[in-house]
């Protein structure tokens, strides 16, 4: 036979927000408690460092 796969996918969204190091904590716990829903696929939250950051239209170093 022939094999068939279902592929259910749910609404996404990408948030990017660029905040001080003392604000991370209060940032991601916002977002966690305005997205969690306790369902699978409520996402992540990924905290990085940035250490350059361009304006592409002025060369601007920000």
Not at 16 to 29: A, R
Not at 37 to 43: M, S
Request: proline share 2%; net charge negative.
């Amino acid at each position: 036979g022939e094999n068939y796969f279902k592929f259910s996918t749910l609404p996404k969204a990408m948030v990017v927000c660029y905040v001080e190091d003392d604000s991370v904590d209060s940032v991601q716990k916002t977002i966690a408690d305005a997205a969690r829903t306790g369902k699978r696929g409520d996402g992540i939250i990924v905290a990085s460092d940035v250490f350059e950051a361009q304006r592409i239209r002025t060369s601007e170093n920000l």
